[in-house]
Structures are given as C-alpha cells and as structure tokens.
C-alpha cells in the first residue's frame, strides 16, 4: 500500500516544554505545528519566533499548518524560519499558485488546506503545483474535536483525481484523527495523518504513533 506518515500537532503538547514534547513523539514522520492568527479561525497560537527556534530545537522536519490572513505575505517568512512543509489556507490565499511556488523556490514542500465548506473540484488544475493537499476534517482553530465523517467522499474524490493525473502528492488529513477514524481516512485516500489530542492526550505519545501507524496502514 501508501507510504503513512503521521503528524502529531503540538496544538495538544504543552506549549512550555516544545522541544521535550517533539521528542516525546517519537517516531513522528513531521511535527504539526498549528498556527493560528485569531482573525481567520477564533484562537491564537504561535508565529514565526517559536517556529524558528523549535527548528533548531528538533530533528524532526516541521508540517507549519499556518491558519492566518495575509497568508501570501506570511508563508514565505515560515520557509525562512525552518519549516519544511508549509500549508496555507486556499480561502486565506490571494494568489494561490504564484504562493505555491514561491514556498517550492525557496526549499520546503507546498501544501495547500481546504476547509470542511470548501469543495475540492474548483481546484483541480491546482494540485501539479502542491506537493500536499490537506482537507479538514474538522472546523479548523481547536484540536480534540470531533471527526467530520461527511468529509470521507471529499477525501475519495480529491485521491481520484490525484491518481487521474498522475500526480505524487500527499493527501493530509487534520481534525479528529485517532483510533477511531484512521482506517477510515486511509480507506477513502489520505496517506498522511494529523493527530494532536490522540498523540498528546495519550500516556505515551510514542506508542500512540505506532499505533495510529498501524491502523493507517491496515
Ligand atoms: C485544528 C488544527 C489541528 C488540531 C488537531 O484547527 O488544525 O491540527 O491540532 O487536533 P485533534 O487531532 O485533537 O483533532
Ligand atoms: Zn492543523
């Protein structure tokens, strides 16, 4: 089958141990880092500062999901920070493919999100331009939130047309991701998972990766 990757967001760690919490998930393929403006989602997080010295902090590459305004000006500035996959919002975006290679040509991987309201059709002839799609799977600015199941066909839908054009994309999916609800996002498509209160809630966050891994994996 896919390759799986799984991403605990640091949304559920404790914000004052970063480093020690990004060790503690081992065996993480990406961090999650969630950040989070206050003006396109109704809560704040962290910016470019933090995501800068967590860069040096850790071996593991970060996954910035970056939930913000202004995102064209902004996304650049978390490629030079350390990051290593930027995501942006397509509503947050004003020029979405100009943005997309902008990331690419300055070294870190594009990746574009879709909130839950937000079809995928209208973007078709974007995806040669990303190397990751994330669609959420809950309203995106809270973590432990419960799983949007009627997110499932748009997962189906967007993995068909990846494979339609041939594309090496990552599908990500971020919201409610645990246990539960992995199988069912690796069935409908998606080969890469966001889990934040799964990991972090969890005694071991390390053996929570294994085990979300597992079940990603079938
Ligand atoms: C929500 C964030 C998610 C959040 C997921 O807006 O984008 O990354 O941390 O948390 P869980 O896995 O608890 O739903
Ligand atoms: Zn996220």
């Not at 942006?88 to 594009?110: D, N, Q, S, T, Y």
């Not at 990991?199 to 079938?218: C, E, H, N, S």
């Amino acid at each position: 089958g896919m390759a799986v990757q799984i991403n605990p967001s640091i949304l559920s760690a404790d914000f004052a141990r970063l480093a020690e919490e990004a060790t503690a998930a081992e065996g993480a393929d990406w961090l999650h880092v969630d950040v989070m403006d206050n003006h396109f989602v109704p809560n704040l997080t962290l910016g470019v500062p933090v995501v800068e010295s967590l860069a040096r902090a850790t071996d593991t590459p970060l996954d910035c999901h970056l939930m913000i305004e202004d995102v064209d000006r902004w996304a650049p500035q978390y490629v030079e920070a350390g990051a290593g996959s930027v995501t942006f919002h397509v509503e947050a975006a004003a020029a979405p493919v100009r943005l997309a290679r902008e990331i690419r040509a300055k070294g870190a991987r594009a990746s574009m999100a879709l909130k839950p309201a937000t079809p995928i059709e209208p973007y078709e002839d974007l995806l040669s331009e990303l190397d990751m799609l994330l669609i959420m799977t809950v309203e995106p600015g809270f973590g432990g939130q419960a799983f949007l199941d009627i997110m499932l066909p748009k997962i189906r839908r967007t993995r068909e047309l990846i494979s339609k054009h041939g594309l090496e994309l990552w599908l990500q999916v971020d919201g409610g991701v645990s246990a539960s609800t992995i199988e069912r996002c690796a069935e409908a498509g998606a080969d890469v998972f966001v889990a934040g209160s799964a990991v972090y809630g969890a005694d071991d966050p390390a053996a929570a990766v294994r085990a979300l891994r597992t079940q990603a994996a079938g």
